[in-house]
T-cell receptor, first 114, second 113 residues
Framework: DSGVTQTPKHLITATGQRVTLRCSPR?????VYWYQQSLDQGLQFLIQ???????AKGNILERFSAQQFPDLHSELNLSSLELGDSALYFC?????????????FGPGTRLTVT | GNSVTQMEGPVTLSEEAFLTINCTYT??????LFWYVQYPGEGLQLLLK?????DKGSNKGFEATYRKETTSFHLEKGSVQVSDSAVYFC????????????FGQGTRLTINP
């Protein structure tokens, strides 16, 4: 158990809908990362937050957004969903924004768009 | 930009065989290197890491050495077990700015008894 929790574990929704994925980092970790894992794209970095502030953006679509709250949990919002958004979404956390710190991953949320 | 290339899978071995999964990288500066493992239906678990040249990461019988001269971080294990069946990801984290992980495409390993 990494100490990172994600809810829900599975999500099935229809095209055009909006969903929210939730992540709680390990106790004490200030930085949260979101990744998308799909068969065709592999594991792709989406966005990073550090202590409530956006730190870096990767291949995140404009239809997607995220935030980190004062209690350090994070939410990833996906809107106007398309079939191609079906994927595993992972959250990871680490202690600080900089430095060679390993990231600890949650179990993921499997999103299926029908 | 930074990138990681892993050997194509899937890899199928018999129990107690020797394992090598090749990983090479392209990066500026001195990245940190990682191997993560993903068991069926689970998230990624950190297997081992190395943060500077010639460092050797090891865990659960797996080893990998950070080779800057060949930009490689190959994963090895002397005697694999059925329980090692999983997908293995090589990844790097840059030294500047955000510490996002850049992953290889993953190598699926199956160990037969």
């Amino acid at each position: 158990d990494s100490g990172v929790t994600q809810t829900p574990k599975h999500l099935i929704t229809a095209t055009g809908q909006r969903v929210t994925l939730r992540c709680s980092p390990r106790s004490g970790d200030l930085s949260v990362y979101w990744y998308q894992q799909s068969l065709d794209q592999g594991l792709q970095f989406l966005i990073q937050y550090y202590n409530g502030e956006e730190r870096a953006k990767g291949n995140i679509l404009e239809r997607f957004s995220a935030q980190q709250f004062p209690d350090l949990h994070s939410e990833l919002n996906l809107s106007s969903l398309e079939l191609g958004d079906s994927a595993l979404y992972f959250c990871a956390s680490s202690i600080r924004a900089g430095g060679p710190r390993e990231q600890y991953f949650g179990p993921g949320t499997r999103l299926t768009v029908t | 930009g930074n990138s990681v290339t892993q050997m194509e899978g899937p890899v199928t071995l018999s129990e107690e065989a020797f394992l090598t999964i090749n990983c090479t990288y392209t990066a500026t500066g001195y990245p940190s290197l990682f191997w993560y493992v993903q068991y069926p239906g689970e998230g990624l678990q950190l297997l081992l890491k190395a943060t500077k040249a010639d460092d050797k990461g090891s865990n659960k019988g797996f080893e990998a050495t950070y080779r800057k001269e060949t930009t490689s971080f190959h994963l090895e294990k002397g005697s694999v077990q059925v329980s090692d069946s999983a997908v293995y990801f090589c990844a790097l984290s840059g030294t500047q700015g955000a510490q996002k992980l850049v992953f290889g495409q993953g190598t699926r390993l199956t160990i037969n008894p």
